[in-house]
């Protein structure tokens, strides 16, 4: 059976406040940031006008509902990848309009679209209009990255990630994984315990641990888990990222401990090509985060572990072990099931390149719109079946996502019944709730 999508004309749909309201606030912050840049690089104002102009040009389409074009020929020459939403926008059967037609290809346009408004001003050609919130995200959160790098290196020297305690090594995946899967929205005292004791089933850690538990709606971490110790060495482990700041500070510190734990001999971290969803990691916001972690009035205190983490991540970066990758297909409006043996745009690259993944980490609510092509299927649709011909390859995916918009598969028959009688129709889009899904490969 075939199911639809979320269009932006749907009062029930989150897509109905998104394009109404966020977009265009995103759109007018971003203005604003880009004024500040401007009075603080002047010789690029007159230029910079232009680009406000084009910006809140764009901002008054979206309110008023205009009519979503193609890419023009000069944008096309600029950037040839974008060939690829006009050929989606030309298999409509009539225009689009940016407030009714489908939410994630409208969604995937606008970020693409704001790229190239930006791309075509003199001067602007590598300017990121989000990276000022992107590194604000992560230097806003200065106790959490100093908790977390404390009992990383309490683990480290304890040499614990070493351990051939493979229930003990369990315990400390599953805390990694939800540190990364929630954030600094975690308790990170649950990984303070692990540090000291491996048994967590008794007293106060039980207790949090079982709280937080409460809000994963369906957990596959063991079975990812299972798959990961079958695999045989060399081992690399993908994490395809979502968001910069805390959150990529995250995955980094878990990419740290597959690698001092000897689970992965190597990780690959998939970034954007581009500025893209406001918050999403370039490779460039990588080096700009182990910058800021070294700059001392960002980061003032506990310079000798600070300092002794920026060193270990640089050694793993100058090694190899940590790879940074980009590939523009996760920027196209394409759902997940390109990535095959003949998609285009990178989905063929991709789909080779995964073929040699002990276990592709896929983060976050875009990405896992796309793994599910942002479908309406009913809650208890199985993971795999959502997943489509993703789901048929020998691809270990592990998707690891807080709700934040519609689709959501893979839960228990009634969790969405007492989930509605308990926080309301809207329960889907509010971050509190979140799944860790993973397809067993062929």
């Known amino acids: 059976m075939s199911y639809p999508v979320p269009f932006n004309n749907d009062p029930n749909s989150f897509a109905y406040t998104t394009s109404r309201d966020r977009w265009p606030h995103i759109i007018k912050s971003s203005v604003g940031d880009l004024q500040s840049y401007l009075a603080e690089n002047p010789t690029s104002k007159i230029e ?3 680009l406000v102009q084009d910006l809140e040009k764009l901002r ?3 309110l008023a509902n205009g009519t979503v074009n193609s890419f023009t020929r000069e944008q096309l020459d600029l950037i040839p990848s974008l060939a690829s939403y006009n050929e989606t926008l030309a298999s409509f059967k009539s225009p689009l309009k940016w407030l009714e037609g489908p939410w994630l290809f409208l969604e995937t346009f606008l970020y693409r679209l704001i790229d190239v408004i930006i791309k075509k001003h003199s001067g602007f050609e590598n300017y990121d209009i989000f990276e000022k919130n992107k590194r604000k995200a992560f230097t806003d959160s200065p106790k959490s990255v100093y908790e977390l790098i404390k009992q990383y290196l309490l683990l480290l020297d ?6 051939n305690d493979k229930d003990g090594q369990y315990l400390l995946f599953k805390e990694f994984i939800d540190v990364s899967l929630w954030g600094n929205a975690i308790d990170l005292s649950l990984l303070a315990t692990a540090a000291q004791d491996y048994d967590m089933s008794t007293g106060q850690s039980a207790a949090a641990r079982k709280e937080n538990e409460k809000h994963i709606l369906a957990n596959d971490t063991s079975k990812a888990w299972d798959h990961l110790l079958l695999c045989k060495h060399p081992k ?8 910069a700041g805390f959150e990529f500070f995250t995955d980094l510190v878990f990419s740290l401990f597959t690698l001092d734990s000897n689970l992965a001999d190597s990780v690959g971290i998939h970034c954007k090509t581009r500025p893209w969803m406001v ?4 490779i460039k916001d990588v080096e700009l985060l182990l910058k800021d972690l070294s700059n001392t009035q960002l980061f003032p205190d506990n310079r000798d572990e600070v300092d002794r983490f920026v060193s ?3 050694k793993y970066l100058q090694s190899g072990k940590i790879k940074l990758l980009e590939n523009e297909f996760w920027t196209l409006d394409f759902d997940y099931t390109h990535i095959t043996p003949n998609g285009k745009h990178g989905g063929a690259e991709l789909y080779d390149y995964f073929q040699d993944s002990a276990l592709v980490i896929i983060k976050g609510d875009l990405n896992y719109r796309k793994l599910t092509g942002d479908k309406k299927w009913p809650k208890d649709t199985p993971f795999k079946t959502a997943i489509k011909e993703l789901g048929e390859t020998n691809i ?10 519609d689709v959501c598969v893979g839960l228990p028959k009634q969790t969405e019944e007492e989930l509605v009688r308990t926080d309301g129709k809207s329960w889907c889009a509010t971050g509190k709730w979140a799944v860790i899904s993973f397809n067993q490969p062929k």
């Open 396 to 405: 270990p995916i592990l998707a690891l996502r807080t709700c934040k918009a």
């Open 48 to 50: 910079g006008a232009k």
């Open 60 to 62: 008054s389409d979206i």
């Open 236 to 243: 690399r482990i993908d994490i395809v990222l979502d968001n």
């Open 279 to 282: 918050s999403d990691t370039m």
């Open 158 to 163: 304890d040499n614990k990630l070493k351990s």
């Open 312 to 314: 270990i991540v640089r």
